[in-house]
């Protein structure tokens, strides 16, 4: 199974993106997905998450109204959708299992700038 992040890039601060992964294997439907991002010199973080029907999501605090986690489970596809950025978003955003028990794939680098 492979995770293929896409639809990173830069912005500036208030602007927005959507980020996308493919997931390459089966059952996705089966399986609560999760967004996480890891910035310059910190530990990766849980960004947002969703179940596999797409009907429950969480989003931490931080992004709480600003960001947004969806899925296609006919395209094995999940989304973040990132509005009102800000500079502290910048870092390089992956997906995984919710458990991260898949390989962390290249990720996708978005850079907010002030």
């Known amino acids: 199974v492979q995770l293929q992040a896409s639809g990173g890039g830069s912005v500036q601060a208030g602007g927005s993106l959507r980020v996308s992964c493919v997931f390459s294997?089966?059952?996705?439907?089966?399986?609560?997905m999760a967004w996480f991002r890891q910035a310059p010199g910190k530990q990766r973080e849980l960004v947002a998450s969703?179940?596999?029907?797409?009907?429950?999501?969480y989003v931490e605090d931080s992004v709480r109204g600003r960001f947004t986690i969806s899925r296609d489970n006919a395209k094995n596809t999940v989304y973040l959708q990132m509005n009102s950025l800000k500079s502290e978003d910048t870092a390089v955003y992956y997906c995984?299992?919710?458990?991260?028990?898949?390989?962390w794939g290249q990720g996708t680098l978005v850079t907010v700038s002030s």
């Open positions: 294997g089966r059952a996705f439907n089966m399986i609560a």
């Open positions: 969703i179940d596999g029907s797409g009907r429950a999501t």
């Open positions: 995984n299992m919710i458990t991260r028990l898949l390989p």
